[in-house]
């Protein structure tokens, strides 16, 4: 991986550690999961959220109002009367839109109030997030590196020369070369110890790597 901003792909924040300058793999999916995963850890401050809610709603009542005089106006106007109702349907909208500008006005103030709390908040997610997708990095760096291994391709081929090309998962004959692959029955993440271990290797076509493979998070090719 060549090094190049960290922001460039997906806008990960760089971590506590800022003079680290790793490229890091995390397309828009994967940071909202990532995301959504340093949320359960740092979950957002109660009046944090109260606020982040009122600042959005705020802004519904007077819109609504304004939409609804209008439409109010519209109506008298072309039913040629357009006098008196006109005066209290722009009351209506005056009437309602200025008393939520000041709520608004106070959400502001509010906010205001909660910005230290929200930025040591959306600094604690962005540090785990960065971890997270560090994380993320290294595991796909390591996994490149042990697919990749003169180790692994040898015990592969051992594999596939003794086993055949019968898948172990449903029994049918692997016609097609790409679809053959040799799967770690205990996953290299948990049990690395047994990375290279025969006894651990089976070939399994690659509809059924893959089905075990979501469970097991990584697949081997
Ligand atoms: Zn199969």
């Given at each position: 991986m060549s090094a190049e901003s960290p922001n460039s792909h997906a806008g990960v924040a760089e971590g506590e550690g800022g003079g680290s300058r790793r490229a890091l793999l995390v397309t828009g999916r994967v940071k909202r999961r990532l995301e959504r995963e340093s949320l359960r850890h740092h979950p957002k401050p109660t009046l944090v959220g109260i606020v982040d809610f009122l600042a959005k709603a705020v802004w519904v009542t007077p819109v609504v109002a304004l939409l609804l005089a209008t439409s109010l106006a519209f109506d008298r106007f072309n039913e040629g009367a357009w006098s008196g109702e006109i005066a209290w349907a722009f009351a209506l909208g005056v009437g309602v839109a200025l008393p939520s500008l000041g709520v608004a006005l106070v959400v502001r103030l509010l906010r205001a109030g909660t910005r230290s709390a929200r930025s040591s908040w959306q600094g604690n997610v962005n540090t785990m997030l960065y971890a997270l997708a560090m994380r993320r990095q290294e595991t796909i760096e390591e996994r490149n590196a042990f697919y990749s291994s003169s180790e692994w391709r040898q015990m592969r081929q051992e594999v596939i020369a003794e086993?055949?090309?019968?898948?172990?998962?449903?029994g049918r004959q692997i016609a097609?070369?790409?679809d053959v692959t040799v799967d770690h029955r205990r996953p290299r993440s948990r049990y690395p110890e047994l990375a290279l271990e025969r006894s651990n290797l089976q070939v399994l076509c690659r509809a059924c790597n893959s089905r075990k493979g979501a469970r097991d998070e990584f697949a081997s090719p």
């Open positions: 086993d055949g090309a019968n898948c172990n998962g449903c097609e070369a790409i």
